[in-house]
Nanobody, 115 residues
């Protein structure tokens, strides 16, 4: 059983930055692709950024150029650096492996961006 714990969210003003962390209970990030997802109230959960086991990355158009996904395999941790935050980024952010494992969803971390 794998547990994923997200942290680093908070309340920031538009234009600010946050760095989210996703810690895994055991070593999986070195051999699995990882994605950051977010879900705003009344909206579907969407993929924000992903990193493959080989280190290649891709981003949703809405965050491209502002967000950066990275990984520290030794620490079993994946990060999401979020810069130039907008109110539209307000959501609960989650991490998961890819392909998705529905049983891996954690509690997420709340990001709120004020205008």
């Amino acid at each position: 059983q794998v547990q994923l714990v997200e942290s680093g969210g908070g309340l920031v003003q538009a234009g600010g930055s946050l760095r989210l962390s996703c810690a895994a209970s055991r070593s999986i990030f070195s051999i699995n692709a990882i994605g950051w997802y977010r879900q705003a109230p009344g909206k579907q959960r969407e993929l924000v950024a992903a990193i493959s086991s080989g280190g290649s990355t891709n981003y949703a158009d809405s965050v491209k150029g502002r967000f950066t996904i990275s990984r520290d395999n030794a620490k079993n941790t994946v990060f999401l650096q979020m810069n130039s935050l907008k109110p539209e980024d307000t959501a609960v952010y989650y991490c998961n492996v890819r392909p998705l494992r529905l049983d891996y969803w954690g509690q997420g971390t709340q990001v709120t961006v004020s205008s």
